[in-house]
Structures are given as structure tokens and as C-alpha cells.
């Protein structure tokens, strides 16, 4: 064995390319010699000052400059933050796919979306499975989460075991009846593994995460004792809360409907790789709801966050198609805010009882639960597997802090423990783990079709232009003589509303006059000292007279 | 008495211009006849969508409207949301100001900044006092909240006693020992109220809110424990977490400088008006405290919101003009993020990390307490005054519906429970309670030096700017044969990276030129054709080849 390894080779590298310092796009680079194994490839949401950008995705230089050297793609479980930016990986480097059922019928649908098919190899693997990649080893050991088929990575190396908790809790009492496979955990922590990198998410939150069957028990409650419509906003991929709505709805004699894109998305996957199971005539169209009684009705719907396009949020305004709230309606939050949503659900829940709903919500009302584990939980994993090292991942900084800590607790030496960002190359050897280099990492922006090609001058701009908008002066100008010929007109968008400045516009033009024909006057300047001088003059007379300062376009037009 | 009462018209308007179905800008008015009393104005801070405006007033035109009716400005304290609107009433409307010494004196300061004085007849009170506004008799009574001399009021109008609350929490052992005034409120509950107006900010806090003491407690163990140098971040205007914050430095031989603007002031104004106690000596200059270890100094500080422009998000990212984060620094987060600023916290803290800081944050950690009461305090407050008629304030429309049923539970009948929002007239007579029309109501943006110049059409401009950016197109003609003699050019910003879309916006102006030859070659149209078509290709090409939408500007330039 130990002749084998070092035939080899002993080296190996783990390389964050996204999710540490940060929740969302979670992506990790196991690499042995000229081998590497990529693990998740997910996309985050952009930050507020991300102005106009639709999804943000690693940055895959890395990947690219090796291409040759990547080996397999393995998927821990379907969420987008593990699997939305595959296809923008595919589409570069048509790597194989392993991740289990639920998850590749998720992968396939981006796919298709994108106009793309899954790479040829690719497979899906059952929780237990072993998968060869490369050198590589990749055992998928059974997690609970959020999403059915969760599953953590054992990966066999040159060095040693590596396992990857992917995302995970404990939960004791799982809705569809499938474990986290302690057994196997606890005997690879007898075996002996070299490397623990193991999901951060709770790392602040104490004890234990509480098991989803509480949120079916309260949501139970809910639908015993709600006389009307009930509305249920949850996580589109969480199919387990759906089971058990969809079984709550045919205890109580209710119909259910679905609405929203996503949502219908991931219960149509799910019905088809029968993860979620219905009674028949339980499922009907939206329309077809309607001619059931109000307390024979349920809705589960996308827009537990607020997002201003989502079916519940249109509802909340009376702006959609085909569902209006009215007095009587329960409407129940199953999701917490994520961070940075807590503005827009406060007001869709806001809006819903101004419609007259009443609005289960909150944290007392128990009907949401987290998917990850809880400090003990936490504790739990390291405790099972025991491993020499440890590396906080999936985590804003301040997590994978705390969840060092944690490791700590436990006995891990403070100097076994790595604590790095996105880009640290982790090297380990059977014996040791040090931090050895950096790689090209970040974020690339998507904003519509373009990837990566709004940058920091871009962004710059649009955060100029949203504050104060633009003032635009157009002069136009005898190439020959450089005599003005037209203008200068100026023309403002997002400033000022033009019809109650006038007078400021006014005096704006004949300062810039009298500075364009000053210059002129002298000599026919470079265009570039003109323009400046008309910037000049316009900032310091807009500053004083309004305090704002609008991004100001001199465009000179030779005729 | 039912006589004079009589004689002085029983009937009394309530019209909230400010602070119902939101958080913030609270302005009330109180009308009798031709009498009207303003009770508080404050400001609120804009909603993410309010792209570049810098806070929001109430809209002030019905009391402008009535402007000779005006009596008085009463103020319940001097919190932001409460006071920070003063200057743009003043400035239009000078009406005397009463508030305790406090308040008024924090008000000045405001009115000072602005070039303004206290209007002629304003004065401090001092809680128990009575002021004659008008027809109406105004008593202040003292209730504890997050800011000394907070008081509520009780109005005596010709159909009955209202009771406003202001902001209130029953703190049971107050910081500086000034307890509520539960006898003055059981005696008005026993000679009877007309209506209560109470603040709703916590209606969905089950229990009590806890002592601002307990805080005290909290910060004190952190400071015998730490080792190096302590930063503490709370709310500027929280004078008496100050207090204890000086008090514990004291204690444990520390020195205390004060960094950022806004409690700079505050620390100022208490303690010239004796609202602060400092032993001699502890409060020095940011500079001479460098002079002394570590363990003996403490930062007290402002950017406990993570706002971008703070002192402490400044030092998170080391770029403070005197005080650099380092390895041994305990920095503690005396605050909770106001919704809408939890990514800015997070990212605060996140960076503090990153720097080598320890940080105390968030609930577990006790050094926060709300300065308005939980559901118990506002069921004893109703209790205490026993109105005959009760009216939810202060708070989003949730938490006004979970005041309203807070009442409801409290033996209030629901018709005599009046659920409004801005703008809604609340008549009274001593019997009865009625909604009885509207006003004009609703935000004045204030941006820079504007206030109100920035409408919807603005804000739209500057959403879609920030969003894709923008295309200006510019072309000069000439007046008198229509013939193209310059252009089209092309500028862009905010669109996408130029140097990396040079095919495209070629190609864009390559159309653009067609479409312009085209158009004018059947003959010369009206401009505004002429730009409409440039727009129609333009944004169609661009959204096929990118997705997005941004705003295209065609100019055309006569000469």
C-alpha cells in the first residue's frame, strides 16, 4: 500500500476555485500530478452593487489552463449553488458528470435550457457507489440535506482519504426514510482519513438543527386548522416539505396546485424519477383548482423570498395571471430569508395582509427548518471521521472561523487545521497539509448572454449612473475651421426632472458655452482638452447647485 | 365641562403623515377646527430601489396647505425617525418646537447644520410639564426608550384625552434611573382616554424586551476579559449604552476615544447637557490614545450598520485615517442589523476576521436590546390607559394588523380599533371613531441639495441605467436638405466592456446608419420618427445579441 502510493505520488492539492469567504458558488479542485477532479460547480446571486448582473459563476481559468488534466465533474446534490454554473463549465470542457439520479435529472434540465447535453461518460451513481475518475476513488456516502439525494465524498488519493461533506445535516428522523450513512462514516474514521473539508454554512449557530418531519408536524397543524385557500411559499428544490404539504393536503381533503417556473420544474423531475410520491387526482392544474371549494385548496408556490418576479410576490399585488389573494387565504412562509431578502419578503408579507390573507411567517411559526447541521452536528462529522486534517468550507469567512473553532474543540491541533479562500492551493501529503500557492479565481459575472464581460469599469459606470444619472453635451465642430457649427445641446437622463429645472439646464448650456468658446478662442485644442474642460466646468457648477454628481459625457462631433 | 367641551367643537382628527405601514419619517397631526398639532417628524432612509437618494421626508403638503393653522411641533424624542425632518418643515413652516432638553437640544444641532434656528416661541420641557399648543394641552410624560428624556404624550383636545406613546419600552431599571411614569399613565387610564396611539415597531415580539442593564452587564465581563484593545459599535444616539460602555472602561482602567461623526455629536450635545457622566480624564482624543497599551484603550464607535462610509467598516478594510485593525483587537457589535443591512453587517465582520480581529456579534452574544417594548409591554401599556378607542402606530402594516390584535386581546373591541396607514384621516368625537378621508401623503425623495426634484421618472431612468447601462447615439443633419454631414456615433456606458465589444457596437452603428440612410432617403422626417427608428433596430439587435436592454439615446444634432 504505502509502495503503491508513493508510485503515485504523494502530492495532492485541494483548490477552492469558489465557496470559501463566501455562500454560493461552490466549486473545489482535487488534483493529483496531472490529474484533477472537480467537485460541484455551482453559481451564486449577485451582491446589491452588482448592478444589472443576473448570476455570478467561478471563475474556471483554472480548470481551462489544464484542461487536459481534468478527469470528472462529481455532483454532491442538486441545489444551484453546487450545479448552476455547470453548464457554463460544460460548455467549455466536455467533462463527464457522476452525481446521483435526482441530481443529474436537475443537471440535464440546465442542460437542455442551455442547449447543451450532458458529456459523453457522464453517469448517474447510487449513494454507496464508487466511481473511478482519473486515479481517483470517489465513494458517495449518503447525507441528509434540503434536497433529496444528498451525498457527501469519500475520495481516495495518492496521500490518503479525502472526504467532502458536500452539504449536510443530521437529520435523525429523515422524510423519505434515507440516513446519512453513519456506518460508513464512522468505519472510514477507523480506517483513517487524511482530510476533512466539511460544510461551514452553521458553524454560528449552536446545537442541533431540527429534523424537517417538525416542519410536516407544523404544517400538519396548519392545514387542520385553516378554513380557506392555503398558500404554501417554500425552496422550489426542497422536496421533502413538498411530500409532506402534498401529504398533509390529502389528509385534510385538499387539492394541490403548483405555480411558478421553478417550482413546477423540480416537482416534475421529481415525479418522474419518483422521488416525490402523489395520490392519485391530489395534483391538479391551477385552473382546475378553482372549482374546488377555498378549503379544499392548496397552492405551492415560488417567492418565499420576495423576489419581485415570483408567482407570490405578483399575488401579493394582485399582478398575476392567475391566482388573487383574498381575505380568508392562509398564507404560509416555509423559508427563512436568505440574507439580503429580508426587505422584500417583509413587504410581500406586508402587501398579503393588506390583501386581507392571513400570514403564517417567522421563526416562532416553525414551519422551516435549515439544511445544514448545527454545531453539534458539526462537531458530529468530525468526531465520526477524525481526520488528521481539517478545512472549513461552503462559508463566509466569519463561518469557516467559527467551524475552525469547532474543529479545535474536537481536538484537532490548531496547526492541522487550513483555513483559506478562494484560489489557496491546500497541499497534502500523507503526513502534512500546508498552503502552497494561489490560482487564478473569482468571480465572472453573467448579465444576459455575456459572460464575464461586465467588468469593474462597467459596474463602476452603471453604480455612477444609478446614484446621479448622466449629463450628455453634444457640440458639433468644423474639422476644418473648429468653428462650432451646432450645439452645444445637453441632455440628461436620471438627474434631475427636466420639466422643474429648466433654469438649471439653461445656465448649465451657457457655461458650457462660454467655456467651449474660450477654448477655442485661444487655439484649436485636442478634443481630449475640450472634453475635460466641459466636464470641468459642468461638475463644479452641478456640485454647488445640487450636491450630486452625475456622470457627464462630452461627445464632440466633427462635421 | 361637556359644556366647554361643546363650545370648543368635539370632533378630532388624527392623520398620520409619516410612520404607518413603514418603519420610519413619523409625523402625526392632531386637528381641532382651525387648530393643528404636529406631533414629531422624522425622516426615513430609502428602500434599495430609491437609486442614489440619500433619505426620504414625509410629504408635508397638507400642512402646508393649511399652514396658518399650524400651532406647534411636539417631539417625543430625538431619534432620527422622529426628528430628522425637522429642518424641512422649519425651513417652510416656522412653527414653535417643544421637546425636552435632550431632543431639542439634538434638533438644534439639526437646524444648525441646515442654517436654521429654532422658530420664535420653541422651548424645552421637562417631563410631567404641560404646554398649551393651540387649544390643545400637552402633557409629556416620561417613558424609557434607547435615548434619554423620551417621553409619551397626552393630549387634551374638546372630545377626550389622545395618548401618543411615541416610542416606549417599560424598562424596569432604567441606565440613568428615570423610570416610566406608570402612576401618570394609571391615572389618565382611570379619568379616562379617549384614544391611544401606540408604537407597533415590536407587535410581533412575543414576552418583554430586556433591560438595556442587561447589556451593560454583557459589555462589562467582555471588557474584565479582554486582553488587547476593544472597539464597540453601537447606535450614535444610544446615550445610555455610552454611559455604560464609559462607565466599564472606567472600571477596568481603560481610556475612551470617541470616532465618527455622528457620535462625535452625540457624546457633544449629552454631555454639555449633563446627559453623559465621564470621570476626568477617560475621554481622550482618538490620537492620545495610541499613547497608551493596548488593554487600556477602548474605541467607541459608529458603523455598527455596516454603512459603507462609516469609521468601522472603514478600519474593516484598513482604510481608516487613524485607527488600523489588528491581531488582538476585540471588536463588538452592540446593534442588530436594521433589516436591509445584514449583508453590510456580515461583510463588516467577515473583513474584521480577515484582519485578525476578535468579534462579539449578533444575539446570542447580549450586548443588544430593542429600545421598543415586546408584546407584553404594549398589552401593558393598553392596559395602563384603558382607551376607549385604540390606534396601531410606528410600524409596518404587519405589525400594526399584530398591535391591532394585540388591543383585540386586551378586551379592545375590534370596531373600535383603527387600522390606517399615511394619510388616512382618523376622526374622533367623544363617542365615536370613524375613518373619515385622506390626505395628501406619502415620501419626498431628498437627493443632495433636491428635495422632491426626484420623481418616478427620474428613479426609472437611474433603474435602468444601473441595470444595462446606457447607448447614446448621435448624429448631425443638416437643417436645411436633411443630408447626414456627421455620424452616427456611437458612445456607451455601463453597456459593456468596449474593447471586448468593438464587433458589436459596430455593427450596431453599421444599422443605425442604414436604418438613418433609409429613413431620411424617402424624405426628411420628423425627428422624432427618425429617433424612434434608430431606437426600434438598435434595441432589438442588442437584445438578440446580449440579452439586455439598456437605455438608447439618440441625438440628433441640427447644423
Chains 1, 2 share one sequence.
Not at 150 to 171: N, Q
Not at 200 to 218: D, F, I, M, Q, W
Not at 454 to 461: A, E, K, S, W
Amino acid at each position: 500500500m504505502a509502495r503503491q502510493q508513493r508510485e503515485r505520488g504523494q502530492r495532492v492539492q485541494a483548490i477552492p476555485l469558489g465557496g470559501l469567504g463566501e455562500i454560493g458558488k461552490n466549486c473545489m479542485a482535487i488534483q493529483e500530478g496531472d490529474h484533477i477532479l472537480v467537485v460541484d460547480c455551482g453559481l451564486s446571486f449577485p451582491e446589491e452593487e452588482m448592478l444589472g448582473i443576473d448570476i455570478v459563476i467561478p471563475d474556471f481559468t483554472y480548470l481551462l489552463e489544464n484542461r487536459d488534466k481534468v478527469r470528472g465533474l462529481v455532483l454532491t446534490h442538486g441545489h444551484e449553488d453546487h450545479i448552476g454554473a455547470v453548464p457554463y463549465l460544460v460548455r467549455q470542457l466536455e467533462v463527464p458528470v457522476y452525481a446521483t439520479r435526482l441530481t443529474l435529472g436537475l443537471v440535464e434540465g440546465k442542460l437542455a435550457e442551455a442547449g447543451l447535453k450532458l458529456p459523453p461518460g457522464s453517469r448517474a451513481v447510487k449513494a454507496g457507489d464508487t466511481v473511478k475518475v482519473g486515479p481517483f476513488a470517489v465513494e458517495f456516502i449518503r447525507v441528509t440535506h434540503s434536497i433529496p439525494d444528498s451525498c457527501a465524498l469519500a475520495i481516495r488519493t495518492g496521500a490518503g482519504v479525502i472526504v467532502h461533506t458536500g452539504d449536510f445535516k443530521f437529520d435523525q428522523t429523515p422524510v423519505d426514510g434515507e440516513f446519512a450513512d453513519y456506518q460508513r462514516l464512522a468505519e472510514l474514521g477507523r480506517e483513517g482519513v487524511l482530510a476533512l473539508l466539511a460544510d461551514s454554512t452553521n458553524a454560528e449557530r449552536p446545537g442541533y438543527t431540527p429534523s424537517e418531519r417538525v416542519v410536516g408536524k407544523n404544517l400538519d397543524e396548519i392545514f387542520r386548522l385553516a378554513r380557506g385557500r392555503i398558500l404554501l411559499a417554500t425552496f422550489a428544490s426542497n422536496v421533502h416539505r413538498i411530500q409532506q404539504a402534498i401529504d398533509s393536503a390529502a389528509r385534510w381533503d385538499r387539492k394541490v396546485a403548483v405555480v411558478g417556473r421553478s417550482m413546477e420544474n423540480t416537482v416534475e423531475v421529481a415525479l418522474k424519477l419518483g422521488y416525490l410520491h402523489v395520490p392519485d387526482g391530489i395534483l391538479v392544474d391551477v385552473e382546475e383548482l378553482r372549482r374546488f371549494p377555498a378549503q379544499n385548496q392548496v397552492i405551492l408556490t415560488t417567492g418565499s423570498q420576495g423576489e419581485p418576479m415570483s408567482a407570490l410576490t405578483r399575488m401579493s399585488v394582485n399582478d398575476h395571471k392567475s391566482v388573487e389573494i383574498m381575505p380568508g387565504d392562509t398564507v404560509v412562509f416555509a423559508a427563512t430569508p436568505i440574507p439580503g431578502n429580508e426587505k422584500d419578503v417583509a413587504r410581500t408579507i406586508n402587501n398579503l395582509y393588506r390583501r386581507g390573507a392571513e400570514v403564517i411567517y417567522g421563526r416562532e411559526a416553525g414551519v422551516h427548518v435549515s439544511g445544514h447541521g448545527s454545531q453539534e452536528e458539526q462537531k458530529m462529522m468530525i468526531n465520526l471521521l477524525r481526520p488528521r486534517f481539517f478545512m472549513p468550507i461552503h462559508g463566509e469567512y466569519r463561518m469557516l472561523v467559527h467551524h475552525a473553532r469547532l474543529a479545535q474543540a474536537c481536538g484537532i491541533p490548531a496547526d492541522s487545521i487550513l483555513l483559506g479562500e478562494n484560489g489557496t492551493v491546500f497541499e497534502f501529503t500523507p503526513q502534512t497539509a500546508a498552503i502552497a500557492g494561489k490560482v487564478a479565481s473569482g468571480q465572472v459575472l453573467v448579465d444576459g448572454l455575456g459572460v464575464g464581460d461586465v467588468g469593474n469599469i462597467v459596474l463602476r459606470d452603471r453604480r455612477q449612473l444609478s446614484q446621479d444619472g448622466i449629463l450628455i453635451v453634444v457640440v458639433a465642430i468644423d474639422r476644418e475651421t473648429g468653428v462650432i457649427v451646432g450645439g452645444p445641446d445637453i441632455v440628461s437622463r436620471g438627474f434631475v426632472y427636466v420639466r422643474e429645472s429648466e433654469g438649471l439646464l439653461e445656465e448649465a448650456r451657457d457655461r458650457v458655452k462660454g467655456t467651449l468658446y474660450e477654448t477655442l478662442s485661444r487655439r484649436v485644442p485636442e478634443w481630449a482638452v475640450l472634453k475635460s474642460a466641459v466636464r470641468d466646468v459642468l461638475s463644479k457648477y452641478l456640485f454647488e447647485k445640487t450636491r450630486r454628481r452625475p456622470m457627464i459625457l462630452p461627445i464632440i462631433m466633427e462635421v
